[in-house]
């Protein structure tokens, strides 16, 4: 159901912006959030944002640089990552999950989430 595309090989200060469509009938009533999974490390959270895009969550490694987005009309999520660096080398997924209730819901746990992309591999060089 969600499919993740846009990553790439780029130098260290260059920007992508990997985006994730969905395949679902109401797009509006997900949330959604990116992951990465460097080599020999755990997954974590790195955006979140809200089914209707009220709320969004960054991490402290990537606030500032980092904007997540949404457009409901095309099913499509976007995150623009921008000042790369080395260290955000990793396999970039995008998540989802229905969910009706607050607009201002977005999680951080992997838990929280049901549908998963297949991954989209970034490389920053130095």
């Known amino acids: 159901q969600l499919q993740a595309s846009g990553g790439g090989l780029v130098q260290a200060g260059g920007s992508l912006r990997p985006s994730c469509a969905a395949s679902?009938?109401?797009?509006?009533?997900?949330?959604v959030g990116w992951f990465r999974q460097a080599a020999g490390k755990e997954r974590e959270c790195v955006a979140a944002?809200?089914?209707?895009?009220?709320?969004?969550y960054y991490a402290d490694s990537v606030k500032v640089r980092f904007t997540i987005s949404r457009d409901n009309a095309k099913n499509t999520v976007y995150l623009q990552m921008n000042s790369l660096k080395p260290e955000d080398t990793a396999v970039y997924y995008c998540?989802?999950?229905?969910?009706?209730?607050?607009?201002?819901?977005?999680?951080?746990?992997?838990?929280?989430?049901?549908?998963w992309g297949q991954g989209t591999q970034v490389t920053v060089s130095s």
């Open positions: 944002i809200s089914r209707q895009g009220a709320n969004t």
């Open positions: 998540a989802s999950r229905i969910y009706t209730g607050s607009n201002a819901y977005a999680p951080t746990s992997e838990n929280e989430y049901s549908y």
């Open positions: 679902v009938r109401t797009f509006s009533n997900y949330y």
